[in-house]
Every structure is written in C-alpha cells, then in structure tokens.
C-alpha cells in the first residue's frame, strides 16, 4: 500500500489550497482515508476522514467550516480542500488509511509521506 500526499505550499493567510493523497497497491473503494497534521514540537492531531464509498465524513471541530473532504474513487485519490487558512494551520499534513474503517477512528494501517503546508501572516 502506497499513500502519497501532495498539494501543499506556502500560502498567505486567508487563502486556499487543495490537497491531494494518491493511492495505490490497494482496493481503494474498500479504504476510510484520513487526514492528519503535525506541526513541529506538537502532538499529531486529527483533520478529516471520509470514508470508503465517500458517504460518510468527519472532521475535527477546529477545521469545520473551512476545511472539506472529498474522493474520487476512480481516481483512487481523496481530497483536502483548505479554505481560509490560517497560520495555525502551518504544519506536515499526511494521509493514512484503513480497510472498513469507521471514520471516528485514529488507528490507522496505512500512512502516507507528508506534503508541507506553511501559512504566513
């Protein structure tokens, strides 16, 4: 199994950006994909999963209302769609998923390398 993030970059605060997490190696329309987010020195936190026929999704309360999620399994690929980002945003954001996992979980089989997202003031 191979998940691969991409999609990030340096923006200004209030901007946008969509990132992608590529998969492969796996049956991907039998897979909940999350995502997650380090920023250095803190604790890994939770962003958003959807799950493997992209009729359910969660999302942590501190990104609701600017961050979406979405998939094209067709494509084999989910989406992040970051809307009005903020500094507090900055961070290492990776993908991971789970074969029939619900979408309340953090255990996850999979993880995927990382793409950077940096938001400037």
Known sequence: VQLQASGGGLVQAGGSLRLSCAASGLTFNTYTVGWFRQAPGKEREFVAAISWSGGSTNRADSVKGRFTI??????????????????????????????????????YDNRGQGTQVTVSS
């Open 70 to 107: 979405s998939r094209d399994n067709a494509r084999n690929t989910v989406y992040l769609q970051i809307n009005n980002l903020k500094p507090e945003d900055t961070a290492v954001y990776y993908c991971a998923a789970r074969k029939y996992g619900s979408v309340y979980t953090l255990e």
